[in-house]
């Protein structure tokens, strides 16, 4: 069981710690998914004194039932679609793109709201280490995966605070993720928050404050890049 987000940051420092490259001026970069993610990869920035970042992504959910995602987008016009949910829900692209058009809407206004406090940290030949506080079906990973390759990073590793194995194995299987890890890594994952014992909303404010403090305090061997 993780404690908070906190918790789960500082357990992935730990994991995270002999895979990546400080101080050299290409060392990797925190890229964390908004909201949830972003308390966590603050935590992992923090203690590996790596740059802090967000990679914006919406999941697009079914119509008349949002919260059963079917696919997700992300900056930069990526977009992932699960084939095998969309027949399931009986989905055409029409059906898709209605949905899309409607979250990329709100993904473009979050991209600026984000992006006002915190300049985009170039990824060119870097490592993305793409964070958030759970994975269930691993879409919104997937894309956010997609998103740091499209910018450049060389590598790509996700990093959750709790995630299914089959999504972990997933997002390596089809090369989305060179390496996909977790904190907690249950048999059985029916809902992330119930391996959190404090799971509460994380603010639109507090991912703002964040992001601020790692704008206005570059982290160690950060240089220009950041």
Not at 18 to 36: D, K, N
Not at 75 to 84: F, H, P
Request: aromatic share 4%; with cysteine; hydrophobic share 45%.
């Amino acid at each position: 069981m993780l404690r908070d987000r906190d918790d789960a940051g500082g357990r992935l420092t730990w994991l995270l710690s002999p895979l990546v490259t400080q101080g050299s001026g290409t060392e990797a970069v925190v890229l964390a998914l908004p909201r949830g993610g972003v308390p966590v990869g603050a935590a992992i920035a923090r203690g590996l004194g790596l740059p802090l970042d967000v990679c914006v992504v919406r999941k697009l959910g079914a119509p008349g039932n949002p919260e059963y995602g079917f696919g997700a987008i992300g900056e930069g016009g990526v977009r992932v679609v699960d084939e095998d949910s969309m027949r399931a829900l009986q989905l055409d692209e029409a059906d898709v793109a209605a949905v899309e058009e409607r979250e990329r809407a709100r993904l473009d206004d979050a991209v600026a709201r984000y992006r006002a406090v915190r300049a985009r940290v170039p990824l060119a030949g870097r490592t993305a280490i793409v964070v958030d506080d759970g994975i269930a079906t691993g879409g919104t990973a997937r894309a956010a995966a997609r998103v740091a390759r499209a910018a450049g990073a060389t590598r790509v590793i996700v990093a959750a605070g709790v995630a299914a194995p089959d999504s972990l194995h997933a997002l390596m299987r089809d090369g989305s993720a060179d390496l996909a890890l977790a904190a907690l890594i249950p048999n059985r994952l029916m809902a992330v928050g119930q391996w959190y014992l404090d799971f509460s909303q994380t603010p639109d404010s507090e991912v703002l404050r964040l992001l601020a403090e790692a704008g206005s305090a570059p982290a160690v061997g950060d240089g220009e890049d950041a």
